[in-house]
């Protein structure tokens, strides 16, 4: 599982709104314009038998501009950072993160928005960006747990394992019962070479969230590279009991059971052929190992994608997955 959970980003924000909105109860009194039309009287000349009768001069017109309240501005940055997190939740990164910059114009000194902009731009791969507006949620709400975990996953995205540890652990003491944040503290102790500590991770991680198929998924690549295979092939079959579709573990499970038993070899076929229709991306091993996949797993996989049986699949996989045409790279 990659370094930045998509789909678990997709299913939990780093600052939950219904939260805030419970912790920041007041409402927005809705302005019903923001321009209010008014009339303009004229006063003509009266002309007279050659005689020019003026009234009294008119005033100079200035046109009348309704300024909404402090209030009703508030309301409208609320209910735009909504907005924008429920399109971060339909997967319109870019969308939400020019409602976000809305929302940190109208609420400068609320974290919410600078948080829900720091995530759009993540997830828009804009990571410096991300970064920048996570400084400014820090600045104003320093005890955020949420907050924290953003930065660690920016890290993350930005190879900065050891500076991940950091401040997920820091968020952590604030809010020790976040699955997401075990998991993103599990794949920074992969990048560092760490297997057991990841391991914890995870598992706590798994515990913490009913179904959470990505640390389940993780806690059999830890298992697979510290030679204790029968565990980890259990928990892949475990994910895909109940997430047939991933493509991750399909593959992983697959090359496990070509390595382990070659009675087994149809399943492993099949499972290879499943994952690389899922997801193409898988028969790089770059990609692989970009999804924190070990040395012994990543070779299980080249040897399985090498057999003949799979010669059309690996073709198919190799013209549709992003970048080089090369199975190796």
């Not at 990164?93 to 928005?113: M, Q």
């Not at 320093?142 to 394992?161: C, M, S």
């Not at 298992?223 to 029968?230: G, N, S, W």
């Amino acid at each position: 599982m990659g370094r930045i959970l998509n789909n678990s980003m997709a299913g939990r924000s780093w600052l939950n709104w219904a939260s805030f909105v419970r912790r920041h109860p007041r409402k927005a009194k809705g302005a019903t314009s923001w321009l209010q039309r008014t009339r303009f009287g004229l006063t003509l000349p009266l002309l007279t038998a050659g005689l020019l009768v003026t009234t009294r001069p008119a005033a100079a017109m200035v046109p009348f501009v309704f300024v909404p309240k402090a209030e009703a501005l508030e309301g409208a940055g609320r209910g735009i950072a909504q907005a924008a997190a429920k399109l971060l939740r339909f997967g319109q990164p870019e969308d939400a993160a020019r409602l976000a910059d809305l929302t940190v114009r109208l609420l400068p000194n609320e974290p919410i928005g600078w948080v829900l902009l720091a995530e759009a731009e993540l997830r828009s791969n804009r990571p410096e960006q991300a970064l920048k507006a996570l400084e400014k949620a820090k600045r104003l709400d320093p005890t955020n747990p949420g907050i924290w975990f953003a930065e660690g996953a920016v890290a993350l995205r930005n190879n900065r394992p050891a500076d991940a540890l950091a401040l997920l652990r820091r968020g952590l003491q604030l809010d020790g019962q976040n699955a997401g944040a075990y998991f993103d503290l599990g794949n920074a102790y992969l990048m560092l070479a760490q297997p057991n500590e990841a391991l914890t991770s995870f598992n706590k991680a798994a515990s913490l969230r009913q179904n959470f198929w990505e640390a389940v998924n993780n806690q059999g690549l830890v298992l697979f590279e510290l030679d204790r295979r029968p565990e980890a092939m259990d928990r892949w079959r475990k994910v895909l009991s109940s997430k047939a579709d991933a493509a991750e573990t399909s593959l992983a499970l697959g090359s496990s059971l070509f390595l382990t038993n070659p009675q087994q070899r149809a399943e492993a076929l099949r499972l290879a052929n499943n994952a690389l229709n899922e997801d193409p991306n898988y028969v790089k091993e770059r990609y692989q190992k970009d999804q924190l996949w070990g040395p012994k797993l990543r070779a299980a996989a080249r040897h399985l994608l090498s057999q003949p049986e799979l010669k059309t699949a690996v073709e198919r996989a190799s013209a549709n997955a992003n970048g080089s045409s090369s199975v190796l790279e």
